[in-house]
T-cell receptor, first 117, second 114 residues
């Protein structure tokens, strides 16, 4: 009964490169949430997705960041033309569909730590 | 819009002493409340949650929290801490019957000393 799986766990990119972070939700979960944790800070909400739909992207930077959750495969958080300020831990969480056994809890992965040189 | 305030960025305490980590929230609607723990270089683990019912909630590892609606607080307590409790603790809130999007506080680092 695997939990939320994120990969890669660590990613190093040079300024201007692209970063792709992947998240496979728990079995039976169709909702995915992405959070960013800057060093010594709390988690900031970025985006909430269901399969093939972005429901809430109010926390996403307007440029360079995008997210998707296709019908098949993991959710992807994509950062284009990375800058040093993008260095952070990116956490994915999943939950079952609203009203279908949802207890309010989000289940978190262990995070992907992006370092931009 | 909701917000969560954790006033203490760091709480040092001696082993076997009691501890309270404070959390206050702001919301115009009913909320669910959560405490998560994060050990170094790991993800978040749920300690406990308040959805409804009894305002005193018991969680894992001997932690408990009390929901106080009038004071909009959800403080976390443990009567006797261990070295292994050293970690970052996050309070979070989500709107009832909404997207279950969690809004987190800035975290409190609990440092347990021998």
């Amino acid at each position: 009964n695997a939990g939320v799986m994120q990969n890669p766990r660590h990613l190093v990119r040079r300024r201007g490169q692209e970063a792709r972070l992947r998240c496979s939700p728990m079995k039976g979960h169709s909702h995915v949430y992405w959070y960013r944790q800057l060093p010594e800070e709390g988690l900031k909400f970025m985006v909430y997705l269901q399969k093939e739909n972005i429901i809430d992207e109010s926390g996403m930077p307007k440029e360079r960041f995008s997210a998707e959750f296709p019908k098949e495969g993991p959710s992807i958080l994509r950062i284009q033309q990375v800058v040093r300020g993008d260095s952070a831990a990116y956490f994915c969480a999943s939950s079952p569909p609203l009203g279908q056994g949802h207890t309010g809890e989000l289940f978190f992965g262990e995070g992907s730590r992006l370092t931009v040189l | 819009a909701q917000s969560v305030t954790q006033l203490d960025s760091q709480v040092p305490v001696f082993e076997e002493a009691p501890v309270e980590l404070r959390c206050n929230y702001s919301s115009s609607v009913s909320v669910y409340l959560f405490w998560y723990v994060q050990y170094p270089n790991q993800g978040l683990q749920l300690l406990l949650k308040y959805l409804s019912g009894s305002t005193l909630v018991k969680g894992i590892n001997g932690f408990e929290a009390e929901f106080n609606k009038s004071q909009t607080s959800f403080h976390l307590r443990k009567p006797s801490v261990h070295i292994s409790d050293t970690a970052e603790y996050f309070c979070a809130v989500s709107e009832v019957d909404s997207s279950y999007k969690l809004i987190f506080g800035s975290g409190t680092r609990l440092l347990v000393r021998p």
